[in-house]
């Protein structure tokens, strides 16, 4: 599948880092799963990937981490 930004590109099975912020709190997620150009490094993500995401950013507000760098994690089913 092409790139939908530089249309040029196509998408692969591949992982990037994302780094989410709300308020005082920063959230840096490496090795996130997705769907990214082979020529502009744009990424896209499952609906379930970016929930975990925002999970790990609500840990971390709660915690009242004002930097965290942490390792994509698929949540543990109960």
């Known amino acids: 599948m092409k790139c939908d930004l530089c249309k040029e590109g196509e998408m692969k099975p591949g992982t990037q880092t994302v780094t989410l912020e709300r308020g005082r709190t ?9 769907e990214v150009c082979d020529r502009c490094d744009n ?17 971390a507000v709660k915690r009242g981490a004002e930097i965290e760098i942490s390792r994509f994690r698929v949540k543990a089913v109960a």
Request: proline share 4%; no cysteine.
């Open 26 to 34: 920063i959230v840096v997620i490496r090795d996130v799963p997705g």
């Open 43 to 59: 990424a896209y993500f499952s609906a379930e990937v970016v929930a975990t995401n925002l999970a790990m950013l609500d840990e």
